[in-house]
């Protein structure tokens, strides 16, 4: 069995520019820019003891890339920009797991699994965490009701619930 060797595995500093709306990110120089759509690269791994998975490196437009972290690791790390974090880095190949309640109503209306299926795996993985956010399975069902009658329509994730 080969062991998984990480893309990166040392301390780095929390960064958040000094405007509203910014997000605070990990700067990453050493990982080069994907081949990927944008140049994201998806990845697994750690943030001091706080576990991620599915998640991807973004450009910051210097040729770098970033590991944007959210405010629940923030607060599960309870640290801010300009703290220091450990990071580990592997790469997250990982399939997206479609929920088998939204396989099911999209096989029930004709074609909308196949418009699904041409998605891109970021659209695709958008419908799938807003359903998986739902806090009640009434709300989940509402989502995966909105989630059909969009794909229905061909609108993508973004064009409506931005």
């Given amino acids: 069995m080969e062991i998984e060797k990480p893309l990166v595995d040392k301390d780095y500093q929390l960064q958040k520019p000094d405007y509203k709306g910014s997000v605070t990110y990990v700067e990453i120089p050493e990982i080069p820019m994907a081949k990927a759509p944008f140049g994201m690269l998806k990845v697994k791994g750690k ?15 210097n040729g770098n890339l970033v590991l944007p972290v959210k405010s629940a690791i923030k607060k599960k790390i309870q ?19 479609i929920p088998e309640e939204l396989i099911l109503c999209m ?56």
Avoid: C
């Avoid at 001091?48 to 998975?53: A, I, K, P």
């Avoid at 300009?82 to 880095?89: E, M, R, Y």
């Avoid at 995966?144 to 969009?150: E, H, L, Q, R, V």
């Fill in 47 to 61: 943030i001091d003891d706080y576990e991620f998975s599915n998640v991807h490196l973004m450009p910051l437009g």
């Fill in 79 to 97: 640290k801010e920009a300009p703290d220091t974090v450990h990071v580990t880095i592997y790469e997250d190949k990982t399939p997206l797991i």
């Fill in 107 to 162: 096989k029930y209306e004709d074609g909308v699994l196949e418009k699904f299926e041409n998605y891109s795996d970021g659209q695709k993985k958008a419908f799938v965490d807003w359903i998986n956010s739902a806090k009640t399975e009434q709300t989940k069902a509402d989502r995966i009701a909105k989630s059909i009658i969009m794909l229905q329509k061909g609108e993508k994730f973004y064009d409506k619930l931005k």
